[in-house]
């Protein structure tokens, strides 16, 4: 366990990580934390965050600005370390730490806007008053696809508001996770205020139902699966606590007749296949006029079938697969939905790429070095095809035919996900429209189901989430609770709904003819 605030470590075994685009390239080791020790990290956070929460909130805003300039000058190397410990290309991974960077820069300006408000009181010599004040200890558990950009979105808010901090990286990207807590105290934290805990899932999970059974924990955050999310829901609501839930998706792209189809087909190559379309964001099912659907698929399938895929360290779509439990899981089960009435297209094979099965223009040396695999196509999808209702987190897009607007809506909402989407068209009453219907939290219109901004709501409904929002002022509400206040100075006590004058009127009153 590696804990900003130096709890030791108490538990056998070694959490390594492997460069995925060379399997041996052993990247990082730390010892592996038991529940016990994420108890500590939950009661060090608890004794810290009084003092935190009565630091002034501009001066909290303050070490948030230190902690973006010092990710700042740091860019390079951070990215470097993500491409090397999960594969991302590495201009994704420059745009991944600038993320961290966007969002220290807005919460600055919040530790001068926690705003309240003053509200009329309905009675003389009185005032009334709304305060946001921070829920306490905040427990974050984060997913590896994004490994730097999607815990800042977390834990940056959170500490602006004035709470304390126990993270839980990703067990297989255990050196980002020591990098970005080592950036982050750099910033000014005090000891106890942010608690970095490298442990695996099972050990986090208990490790966190005893500290909420102890009264340490106020707050969960977790992004991962759907089916991790239930868990973490099920034991929040025990204790009756409502967990910030991101999860997957199984996004949408509805593909107008009248789109620009070069530009629809971009968004596509970018959203489907992106880091290995190993994003929560990424495209699932691009849902396409029949007028423009043959076209469409032609066009795609060109685009994927000249992408260059390979070592991440050089101009590529994508690179490897993250981890292996993420190629074993897509080869195994995910390419295994494709049925007979099913086409596929975009790559000289299927499943990993090998020697001898091999990727046209694969860029770099020995694939077998690494965790690649063939970016698929599926054609022929249908609503109720599995694949159509699964997260298939690789490189594997689904193209489906629609005839009416009301069809492509159904087949857009029917898997229950509801975190991206979006719709190529030239019509603004299509947009619109699109707007109104789909479920998704988020929507793009002509732009990629992936990319969003750091100051905009980000999360999902239904599968994807439980509705809870990060990003923007929108996840100031995850990590403040209201308080309000009532100050009378009437010398007496007025009861409310009930001290009330009441206005005197003249109801009867009509105009004369």
């Given at each position: 366990?590696?804990?900003?605030g130096?709890?030791?470590?108490?538990?056998?075994?070694?959490?390594v990580s492997t460069?995925?685009?060379?399997?041996?390239?052993r990247?990082f080791e730390?010892?592996?934390a038991?529940a016990?020790?994420?108890?500590a990290?939950?009661?060090?956070?608890?004794?810290?965050?009084?003092?935190?929460?009565?630091?002034?909130?501009?001066?909290?805003?303050?070490?948030i600005?230190?902690?973006g300039?010092?990710v700042?000058?740091n860019?390079?190397?951070l990215a470097?370390?993500?491409t090397?410990?999960?594969?991302k290309?590495?201009?994704e991974?420059?745009?991944e730490?600038?993320e961290?960077v966007d969002?220290?820069d807005?919460?600055?300006g919040?530790?001068?806007?926690?705003y309240?408000q003053?509200?009329?009181s309905e009675?003389?010599?009185?005032?009334?008053?709304?305060f946001?004040?921070p829920?306490g200890?905040?427990?974050?558990?984060?997913?590896?696809?994004?490994?730097?950009?999607?815990?800042s979105?977390?834990l940056?808010?959170?500490?602006l508001?004035?709470?304390?901090?126990?993270w839980k990286?990703?067990?297989?990207?255990?050196?980002?996770?020591r990098?970005?807590g080592?950036l982050?105290q750099?910033g000014g934290?005090?000891?106890g205020v942010l608690?970095v805990?490298?442990?695996?899932?099972?050990?986090?999970?208990?490790?966190l139902?005893q500290?909420l059974?102890?009264g340490?924990?106020?707050?969960v955050?977790?992004?991962?699966s759907?089916?991790?999310?239930?868990?973490i829901?099920?034991l929040?609501?025990?204790?009756l606590?409502?967990?910030c839930?991101?999860?997957?998706?199984?996004?949408?792209?509805v593909?107008m007749?009248?789109?620009?189809?070069?530009l629809?087909?971009?968004?596509?190559?970018?959203g489907?296949?992106g880091?290995?379309?190993?994003r929560?964001?990424?495209?699932g099912?691009?849902?396409v006029?029949?007028?423009v659907?043959d076209?469409f698929?032609?066009r795609?399938?060109?685009?994927?079938?000249d992408a260059?895929i390979g070592d991440?360290?050089?101009?590529?779509l994508?690179?490897?697969?993250?981890?292996?439990?993420?190629?074993?899981?897509?080869v195994?089960?995910?390419?295994?939905?494709?049925?007979d009435?099913?086409?596929v297209?975009?790559s000289t094979g299927?499943?990993?790429i090998?020697?001898g099965n091999?990727?046209?223009?694969?860029?770099?040396?020995d694939p077998e070095?690494?965790?690649?695999?063939?970016?698929?196509i599926v054609?022929?999808?249908r609503?109720?095809?599995?694949?159509?209702?699964?997260?298939?987190?690789g490189?594997l897009?689904?193209v489906?035919?629609?005839?009416?607007?009301?069809?492509a809506?159904?087949?857009?909402?029917?898997?229950?996900?509801?975190?991206?989407?979006a719709i190529y068209t030239?019509?603004?009453?299509?947009?619109?429209?699109?707007?109104e219907?789909?479920s998704?939290?988020?929507?793009?219109v002509?732009?990629?189901t992936s990319?969003?901004?750091?100051?905009?709501?980000?999360g999902?409904n239904?599968r994807?989430?439980?509705?809870?929002?990060?990003?923007?002022?929108?996840?100031?509400?995850?990590?403040t609770?209201?308080?309000?206040?009532n100050?009378d100075?009437?010398?007496?006590?007025?009861?409310?709904?009930?001290?009330?004058?009441?206005?005197?009127?003249?109801?009867e009153?009509r105009?004369?003819q």
């Amino acid at each position: 366990m590696s804990v900003i605030g130096h709890a030791a470590p108490s538990a056998p075994g070694l959490l390594v990580s492997t460069n995925p685009a060379d399997l041996d390239d052993r990247v990082f080791e730390t010892p592996a934390a038991d529940a016990a020790a994420f108890v500590a990290a939950c009661a060090a956070a608890r004794e810290a965050q009084k003092a935190w929460a009565a630091t002034p909130a501009p001066r909290r805003g303050r070490a948030i600005q230190q902690i973006g300039r010092i990710v700042e000058a740091n860019k390079e190397a951070l990215a470097r370390l993500v491409t090397r410990e999960i594969g991302k290309p590495y201009p994704e991974a420059l745009g991944e730490v600038q993320e961290i960077v966007d969002t220290c820069d807005f919460f600055l300006g919040e530790g001068r806007r926690l705003y309240g408000q003053t509200v009329p009181s309905e009675m003389p010599d009185k005032q009334l008053f709304t305060f946001r004040v921070p829920v306490g200890v905040a427990a974050i558990v984060t997913a590896g696809n994004f490994p730097v950009a999607v815990p800042s979105w977390y834990l940056v808010p959170a500490l602006l508001c004035g709470n304390a901090v126990v993270w839980k990286p990703a067990d297989y990207t255990p050196a980002l996770g020591r990098a970005l807590g080592d950036l982050f105290q750099a910033g000014g934290l005090p000891a106890g205020v942010l608690n970095v805990v490298q442990a695996d899932g099972p050990t986090t999970f208990a490790g966190l139902e005893q500290a909420l059974e102890a009264g340490l924990v106020d707050k969960v955050g977790f992004t991962g699966s759907s089916a991790v999310g239930r868990e973490i829901g099920a034991l929040c609501g025990r204790h009756l606590q409502s967990p910030c839930l991101e999860l997957g998706g199984k996004n949408p792209m509805v593909v107008m007749d009248d789109a620009d189809l070069d530009l629809a087909v971009e968004g596509a190559l970018f959203g489907g296949f992106g880091t290995a379309g190993q994003r929560c964001t990424s495209l699932g099912t691009a849902i396409v006029h029949e007028r423009v659907h043959d076209e469409f698929l032609a066009r795609l399938t060109a685009a994927v079938q000249d992408a260059p895929i390979g070592d991440p360290t050089q101009d590529v779509l994508y690179g490897p697969m993250i981890h292996q439990r993420f190629l074993d899981r897509f080869v195994d089960h995910h390419l295994k939905l494709i049925r007979d009435h099913h086409t596929v297209s975009g790559s000289t094979g299927i499943g990993r790429i090998t020697a001898g099965n091999p990727r046209a223009g694969f860029v770099g040396g020995d694939p077998e070095r690494g965790l690649y695999v063939h970016p698929t196509i599926v054609g022929g999808v249908r609503i109720d095809d599995e694949l159509a209702n699964t997260e298939t987190f690789g490189p594997l897009v689904g193209v489906a035919r629609f005839g009416d607007f009301d069809e492509a809506m159904a087949f857009a909402n029917g898997h229950g996900y509801g975190l991206s989407s979006a719709i190529y068209t030239r019509d603004a009453v299509n947009a619109l429209r699109f707007r109104e219907r789909v479920s998704a939290g988020m929507v793009s219109v002509n732009n990629s189901t992936s990319g969003a901004e750091a100051h905009l709501p980000f999360g999902g409904n239904g599968r994807s989430g439980n509705g809870s929002r990060q990003s923007g002022i929108w996840v100031l509400d995850q990590f403040t609770r209201w308080q309000s206040m009532n100050w009378d100075y009437a010398g007496k006590l007025q009861k409310a709904q009930m001290d009330v004058d009441d206005v005197d009127a003249d109801l009867e009153f009509r105009l004369s003819q």
